[in-house]
């Protein structure tokens, strides 16, 4: 391969990783324009009960997601395979989750993302999503029913939904 093209690969796989975790901050603040701006506007989603187009999948979870509860979102071992503008992107995820229906009842997940990535435009994000799920813990914790003052006592700020969580302060700061 040569120096442009190894440069162009690396390129493409920040640009993959990028959306990654663009991804996941979407999810857990419910910022609509950061899960929007992860997926093609064509994009399917097989996500659990939810196997459509993956602007639905966005509009029915942040329905849900927007109710309140806690979640967090991490990837990792993210192995891309390039084939032109295109690629197959694996990556682990681990997710915990509480709902407001239920905030004391965490569900911790693990599992992997199957993508297969488009670049169109110069542009890389998931045409094509399915979650694979390799392990599920479900546990009782009282504690997560607490108003996030006791909960976190002094260990301040906590997480919050955009645009509320202090990331979307620091970004703004950055840009003006």
Known sequence: ??????????????????????????????DEAALRAAYWPDATDCHGAWNGSASGFIDQALARLRQGGRRVHQVSNILIALAGDTAAVESSFIALQATAAQPAHETFLCGRYADRFECRGGEWR?????????????????ELAQPDAR??????????????DPIYALLAALRG
């Open 151 to 164: 909960l976190f006592g002094p260990r301040q700020p906590t997480g919050a939904m955009a645009p509320a």
């Open 1 to 30: 391969m040569s120096d442009a093209g190894a440069l162009q690969a690396l390129l493409a796989r920040e640009a993959i990783r990028d959306c990654l975790y663009r991804y996941c901050r979407g999810i857990d603040r419910c």
């Open 126 to 142: 998931i045409a094509a999503r399915t979650v694979v799920y390799d392990w599920i813990e479900e546990r009782e914790r009282p």
